[in-house]
């Protein structure tokens, strides 16, 4: 035992968790009212563990198994909508099949927390990860974030419920975490108190907008053109408030649990001197911190960026952090074909962030880890010869551990 866990007032023990160990126990903690559930792996251990902590009689909540992911999602969503604090998950295209019930949760602004096991889009049938899945919803009015430890997706749970119950808020949040990766590889994690996670987050609290029968309010009524513009412009503003609610939110996370998230946004590694900076989000962080390490024994001027919010995108903060860079490399572990350039989600983004930057620097961008492929030490560092050698001409992205000539012919070829 730690030096650190000492304080039974913070911590009750440490665990060999999986990810979805972890977010089990935060949702455990954070004693949400409702669960609804239907099964898709990788997420699946969530409510796995959860079953098990009911049964175990540590545990009280409606567990509600759904008949598919869309009525999943629909159980969640109007749990919420009464005032329960609710949670649910999925994968894939499990996540894709709930899509009208995500898109009406949040135009309803209900911040109803989500698992997104980031797995692959079928057919065929690939369960390895990418990250195409949780980021269907990036324009609808969700926040997303990504953990990439399970420590982090434990507090990223709870960080979510503080976050998207907050009541100038008021929006849904997915947590994404890596298929396989994260989901099913264990970690030491230490397990907070429920007196200690008490204190950071409130009790949920819709306010006047819960619906009850004492309390006659209409939700989601047919507004057509008279209010429907006004009602996205209070969305926007929203996600825009959420800037400054996941700054205090961290902050009154490492005051309560003595932890040490400095920028909540994202997570800088050696980039106090950096020339080069490469950014990506979930956990190709370990290879990349990993190569990082390397190149730096080997005197190439490198850092790392990993990237925990998507929505909100945090823009300013990432024009700050690359402003003395000279290249940047972005990696994604997700497609967007047909899109600027050719790049991927993330590359477009981050591109769109620096275009402002008084000291714009080259960016390029890698298209690797599909399906769940491994995404190297190795590779990484051959990123990094690639960005730092970028003159600015030619092709901007550039996809790796792909087969011989992209795949093509592989038809022909009988898939071989």
Same mark, same amino acid.
């Given at each position: 035992m730690t030096t650190e866990l000492v304080d039974r007032k913070?911590?009750?023990?440490?665990?060999?968790?999986?990810?979805?160990?972890?977010?089990?126990?935060?949702?455990?903690?954070?004693?949400?009212?409702?669960?609804?559930?239907?099964?898709?792996?990788?997420?699946?251990g969530v409510m796995d563990r959860l079953a098990k902590f009911i049964a175990d009689g540590k545990f009280d909540s409606e567990y509600i198994i759904a008949d598919g992911?869309?009525?999943?999602?629909?159980?969640a969503k109007h749990a919420s909508s009464v005032g329960a604090r609710a949670f649910a998950g999925s994968s894939g295209t499990g996540w894709l099949y709930a899509t009208e019930a995500l898109a009406a949760t949040a135009t309803d602004r209900l911040p109803l927390v989500a698992l997104v096991g980031n797995r692959a889009l079928d057919d065929p049938g690939a369960f390895g990860v990418e990250h195409n899945d949780a980021m269907l919803v990036r324009d609808l009015g969700w926040l997303i974030v990504w953990a990439s430890t399970a420590q982090e997706a434990l507090d990223t749970t709870l960080i979510a419920y503080r976050v998207a119950e907050d009541p100038s808020v008021m929006m849904p949040c997915a947590v994404a975490i890596d298929g396989g990766y994260l989901t099913h590889s264990q970690h030491i994690v230490k397990i907070p108190t429920k007196e200690a996670v008490q204190k950071f987050l409130p009790p949920y609290n819709l306010g006047t907008r819960r619906m009850h029968p004492?309390?006659?309010?209409?939700?989601?009524?047919?507004?057509?053109?008279?209010?429907?513009?006004?009602?996205r412009r209070q969305n926007w503003e929203a996600a825009r408030r959420a800037r &400054? !609610? +996941?700054? %205090?939110?961290?902050?009154?996370?490492?005051?309560?649990?003595?932890?040490?998230?400095? =920028?909540?946004?994202?997570?800088e590694f050696m980039m106090e001197d950096a020339e080069i900076a490469l950014i990506g989000m979930g956990t190709v962080t370990s290879a990349a911190k990993a190569a990082v390490k390397l190149l730096r024994e080997k005197g190439v001027k490198v850092g790392y960026v990993k990237l925990r919010w998507f929505r909100p995108f945090p823009a300013e903060e990432l024009r700050e952090s690359l402003s003395?860079?000279?290249?940047? &490399? !972005? +990696?994604? %572990?997700?497609?967007?074909?047909?899109?600027?350039?050719?790049?991927?989600?993330?590359? =477009?983004?981050?591109?769109?962030?620096?275009?402002?930057s008084s000291n714009r620097p080259q960016i390029v961008d890698f298209i690797g880890g599909l399906a769940g492929r491994e995404i190297s030490i190795e590779d990484v560092a051959r990123m990094v010869r690639i960005t730092a050698n970028h003159k600015g001409e030619g092709e901007l992205v550039t996809w790796i551990r792909v087969r011989e000539g992209n795949g093509a012919g592989m038809e022909r070829k009988g898939g071989d």
């Open positions: 913070i911590y009750e023990r440490e665990e060999l968790a999986t990810g979805t160990d972890a977010v089990a126990h935060a949702v455990r903690l954070a004693d949400v009212d409702v669960f609804s559930a239907y099964p898709i792996r990788p997420y699946t992911e869309h009525s999943q999602f629909e159980i004492d309390n006659p309010v209409s939700i989601a009524p047919q507004i057509n053109e008279d209010w429907g513009m006004e009602i &400054g !609610v +996941i700054y %205090r939110a961290y902050k009154e996370y490492n005051e309560v649990f003595h932890s040490s998230y400095a =920028n909540p946004f994202f997570e003395e860079v000279r290249a940047v &490399g !972005v +990696i994604d %572990r997700d497609f967007a074909h047909g899109g600027p350039d050719d790049g991927g989600v993330l590359f =477009n983004d981050v591109r769109a962030a620096l275009y402002h």
